[in-house]
């Protein structure tokens, strides 16, 4: 494609989600892959339910081969325009109450201060009884 090539708004490749007109927007680009359907070795539900957004993420993916890449540029119709594409939002993690591990390791050591002993006792005992 060169400095001649359409240029597309998501919003018009998003019209085209059909099994009749199916476009997708891979890498910057415009794929009419209608034809292509069919012969999809994934099916076509594969390609349609990748319609309407950047599918760039669901083609890498999956780990196309070379070949595969090379068929792109026959169904190529145009560019998309960059600044009709949602940005995406980082995921931030929803904030935790914080965890005080001192806390925790205070209380195993008195556990085992406390178990220790005991399980010293109770084998002494043990010992003790089937001894005699």
């Known amino acids: 494609m060169g400095s001649d090539a359409k240029v597309y708004t998501l919003e018009?490749?998003?019209?085209?989600?059909?099994?009749e007109d199916?476009?997708?927007v891979i890498g910057g680009k415009v794929y009419d892959v209608t034809k292509f359907l069919e012969d999809h070795p994934?099916?076509?539900e594969v390609l349609l339910s990748s319609t309407g957004k950047d599918a760039t993420d669901d083609f890498e993916?999956?780990?196309h081969s070379t070949t595969a890449r090379a068929m792109m540029d026959e169904y190529c119709v145009g560019?998309?325009?960059a600044s009709t594409i949602p940005t995406k939002v980082k995921y931030t993690p929803p904030k935790q109450p914080h965890y005080n591990?001192?806390?925790t390791s205070?209380?195993?050591i008195k556990l085992l201060q406390f178990l220790v002993p005991l399980a010293i006792l109770g084998v002494a005992v043990g010992i003790r009884i089937y001894t005699k």
Do not use: P
């Open 106 to 108: 205070d209380f195993i």
């Open 101 to 103: 591990q001192d806390r």
């Open 12 to 19: 018009e490749a998003s019209k085209h989600n059909s099994n």
């Open 79 to 81: 560019e998309i325009d």
């Open 22 to 24: 199916c476009w997708l």
């Open 42 to 44: 994934g099916g076509d």
């Open 61 to 63: 993916d999956v780990g």
